[in-house]
Structure formats: C-alpha cells, structure tokens
C-alpha cells in the first residue's frame, strides 16, 4: 500500500508550514485547499474538529470506556488481540529503547492491548497507554489512531500536528488492521513523548499492521492456504498475499496484499466466491499441485490475462484422503461461468501464448502433454 502522505518538505520548513496552516485552519476559512507542507488526510481532520465545535486549547479528557464495554470489546476481538501480540513483541524490541510504545486498538478506537515501556510516573504517557482509554478522533482529536481509522491507511503524526494543544509532546505513528474479510478490525499505533521526529516508523507500523493480518488469516481453519506474488517476488515470507480457502474451493477469506494482487468480482447471489472465479484454473488443477508439489511455486494465470506465482500449501481443516475425492470431482465456479468453460477458456489461452507449442502450454497449465491432448480433443467438434 502506497503512503497516504506527500514526500515532506524538509523538518525545520515543515514545523513552520504546520504552524502556518494551523493559523488557517483557526481563521475559519470554510472549504479552503489544503495547505503547502500539510497532509490531506491531516487537513481533513482538522477540518473536522472544528466542525465539532472544538478548539485547539480545550481540555482533552482522555476518558475510558466502562468494564462492560471493554470486557465485551475484548471477548469480540480475540483474535485480533491473539494475532497482534507476538507481532508487538517483536515491535517493542525494535522501538523501545527510542522510548515508544505500543497500542492496538479496535475500529472505534478503543485501546485493546498495550505493550512497550511506558513511563507510569509520566501523567502523559498514563493517559494514553492504558486498556479501555477512547483514542478516537471524537475522544481525542486529531491523532495517529483516528487519522489512520478514518482514512484506512498508514500515518505518521508529530507533535504540533495533533488538533489539541494538550497533545503537542506526542509523536506517533499507525496503520489500520484488516480482517480475512476486508473489515477493518482496528489499528496498530506506535506512540513516543517528547521523542525526536521518526516517520520511518509509518512504514514500520503498516509493516507490523500486514503481519498482524497473516496471522489471523492463517489462524483460520483452512483446507488450502495460497502464497502469491508477482512472478520473481517472495513466497513463503512476508510481503506475499495469503488466500484461505475450504475444501471445496470457497474463499474463506485473503490479506491485504492478495486483495491487491487478485481484483474481486461482484460477491455472488449467494455469498460464496469460488477460487475460479478469481483465478483462470481449474480447482482440480491446484488440488493435485497441493496433493503432488506444495513446495515448487506454479503459475496461477488471471482472468485478466496477468499471471501470478503461488505455492498451494495444505492447511489444518484438511481431512485425510480428501484431496483424492476433489482431485476426481472438482467443484464448479458460483457465478455465471461454469467449470467446463472456464478451462476452454484457460487452455485456448496457454496455447496461444505458446505459441502453439502444445508441451510448453502444459507445463505452464500443470497439467501432462497427453492430458492436455486429451482436453483439447474434447473440444474439436466430431467429423462429419
């Protein structure tokens, strides 16, 4: 995911362009274009405090939610809050000695988890870094958790650049957290008082953000789990999109970089995609990849005539002897498509591409030379 920021203009230029823009921002010009050195996303915040009536010197409360709410809040994202701690962990050991901390949030921006080394003899820090307290843009203003929640993507927030005067010694940093299902579940934040400007930390925070996201997807009981890349990028390893699907092909759900790396269809009428209709291949086709090769990368072709690597890797709600019923009785596609035109269309596609080389349009479908005859031969209409 691309940065939601512009390239900045250098430190000391960029504090004077706030200060400027804050300035603006207090005369009230209404629909005003954003200003030179300021974020989008920062402006629109701003912009939406003072529609709320607030001010820049009105007291921040810092309130938290009751223990029914947070006990409930908790019960509902444990998962979120399982996936997200050992990936904090590794987080603190990165920032900690920078003197910044951690907090994992829910989608209302209420602190779910906190880690790192936060200074209890600090009123500052006690504020923020405690479960339950509301970080919202509504409890709080304008901060990394609420810009990050209300635009779905990485920020990075220094000091003069929160809405509230009482929030200046704050330097933060966050990234929203999404579900198997594209629901955004919350938001990582790293947060630093009185520490020196560190926006390197949004590419850290999205980063920590996605493994959160593998986490929980991997957590998911799965009969298939897809690793796809573009060809010549990682597999096995971060940075790869992640597709669960079920014993019969149905999506179960994806990470953020599979979203980008596979457009989705319009959801069918009844709930369910199947994997052919995100990928040009048979389901039997990967079935018998996962069954034979699961650790040799094949070639996933898109609808869209794009092609993608992947390693098709078993998962722990697969039942021992499925793979020999699926491999004999693949399931069709859920939309308009059925199965047998789908691999027409797929294998008219690797033969032109081949050139009509019919071993190469074999090799690059999965499939044997004499497999692919044979398919080919159902095609040609009989003599006569």
């Not at 444990?78 to 829910?106: E, H, K």
């Not at 039997?284 to 890797?313: C, I, K, M, T, Y």
Request: aromatic content about 4%.
């Amino acid at each position: 995911m691309t940065s939601l920021c512009p390239a900045a203009p250098p430190a000391g230029e960029r504090h004077v362009l706030v200060a400027q823009a804050r300035t603006q921002m207090l005369s009230g010009a209404e629909n005003a274009l954003v200003p030179q050195g300021v974020a989008g996303w920062l402006w629109r915040s701003w912009q939406r405090c003072m529609a709320g009536g607030r001010r820049p010197q009105d007291k921040v409360e810092f309130e938290a939610v009751g223990p029914h709410a947070l006990r409930h809040a908790q019960e509902r994202h444990q998962a979120l809050i399982q996936a997200a701690r050992p990936v904090m962990a590794q987080l603190v050991g990165a920032v900690g000695a920078m003197r910044y901390f951690c907090l994992l949030t829910d989608a209302a921006g209420t602190v779910l988890e906190v880690q790192g080394p936060v200074n209890r003899q600090d009123l500052r820090a006690l504020a923020i870094g405690r479960v339950g307290v509301d970080l919202s843009e509504h409890g709080v203003g304008t901060s990394a958790i609420g810009a990050a929640l209300a635009e779905q993507g990485p920020v990075w927030l220094h000091q003069r650049e929160h809405f509230f005067d009482a929030l200046r010694d704050y330097s933060c940093a966050g990234a929203p957290v999404f579900g198997p299902e594209g629901q955004c579940l919350g938001m990582l934040d790293i947060t630093g008082i009185e520490v020196p400007e560190r926006p390197e930390l949004q590419l850290l925070a999205l980063r920590c953000a996605r493994a959160m996201e593998d986490r929980l997807l991997r957590a998911m009981p799965h009969a298939v789990l897809l690793h796809l890349n573009w060809p010549g990028g990682p597999l096995g390893q971060e940075g790869e999109g992640l597709l669960a699907l079920d014993a019969e092909g149905y999506l179960l759900g994806g990470n953020t970089v599979a979203r980008q790396l596979v457009p989705r269809p319009l959801q069918p009428p009844g709930g369910r995609l199947h994997c052919q209709e995100l990928l040009a291949m048979p389901w039997s086709n990967l079935v018998d990849h996962a069954r034979r090769r699961q650790d040799e990368p094949v070639q996933v072709p898109l609808w869209s005539g794009l092609r993608l690597q992947a390693l098709v890797r078993t998962g722990p709600a697969l039942q021992p002897g499925l793979f020999q019923g699926l491999a004999a009785t693949p399931r069709p596609a859920s939309g308009a498509m059925p199965l047998r035109t789908n691999e027409q269309l797929l294998i008219q596609q690797a033969v032109q591409e081949a050139g009509g080389n019919i071993s190469l349009a074999a090799r690059n479908l999965g499939l044997s030379r004499a497999t692919l005859y044979r398919r080919l031969s159902r095609r040609r209409p009989p003599a006569g």
